[in-house]
């Protein structure tokens, strides 16, 4: 099959699921998305479909078309597509997913290329958390973001690098971007998982310069008296 072949093999797979119900969820929930409205499990069934005929370079080959078209759903597709080769996600080049970073503009993209494959390359090469800093200290909020999902991941599906994660958040914890706010209690959330003294630790630490927000969501997986001094010690009636 050729590659324009494919393309429209995809793109007409997704489009038979696409739902107009959930088209109009996802644009609330997602402010600005582009998309046809299939919803994740339907694209995962697709990648199923094609990935059995597909070489690893033919997807990313695939995922850098549908990352520059910018359109939700095959972008979606092109980020699971390339997650299903594990052993050679791990040995992905860095510039690579500098290119893929760059289509990111909504958080729903953002956390999955960060979960399915920005933190299964990094836990392969640990030692090179720098790439995660030097996004993590980026102006573009998307980037910010996606190092945070990466760091969260580092901590899901076996994975245990709550140090790691905890140096992406220091970089990030006095953020007022709300995306990235979100995201940084998330990280901390997983974080919690692996080592719950560090997590406390790292939030007794920098409360006083971080969101409320931030010490209250990251907080929610500690012991209970623990969270209930770490939510007292910021002078608010927050709710163990």
């Known amino acids: 099959m050729s590659h324009a ?35 994740v499990p339907a694209i995962r069934a697709a990648v199923r479909a094609f990935a059995a005929t597909l070489a690893f370079a033919d997807a990313c080959d695939l995922l850098d078309r549908f990352a520059a078209a910018g359109e939700r759903d095959r972008l979606l597709f092109g980020v699971f597509l390339v997650a299903s080769y594990r052993k050679e996600v791990a040995a992905l080049p860095w510039r690579r997913l500098e290119r893929w970073a760059r289509a990111i503009d909504n958080w729903e993209t953002c956390d999955q290329l960060g979960m399915e494959i920005v933190a299964p390359r990094v836990a392969a090469e640990i030692a090179r958390l ?48 709300p995306m990235v706010r979100k995201a940084l209690g998330w990280a901390l ?35 209970p008296a623990a969270r209930r001094r770490l939510l007292a010690s910021l002078g608010s009636p927050w709710r163990a």
């Open 5 to 39: 072949a494919l393309v429209a093999a995809i793109t007409a797979a997704l489009a038979a699921n696409a739902d107009p119900r959930y088209k109009a969820q996802i644009e609330r929930l997602v402010p600005g998305i582009r998309t046809i409205g299939v919803k």
């Open 130 to 177: 720098d790439r995660l800093l030097a996004w993590a200290k980026a102006g573009d909020v998307w980037r910010r973001r996606l190092a945070l999902a990466a760091a969260t991941a580092l901590n899901q599906k076996g994975r245990a690098y709550p140090a790691a994660t905890l140096d992406v958040c220091a970089a990030l914890a006095a953020d007022r971007e």
């Open 189 to 223: 959330r997983e974080a919690t998982k692996n080592d719950a003294a560090a997590v406390a630790a790292f939030l007794d630490r920098h409360r006083r310069h971080m969101s409320p927000s931030v010490v209250r969501d990251g907080s929610a997986k500690l012991a």
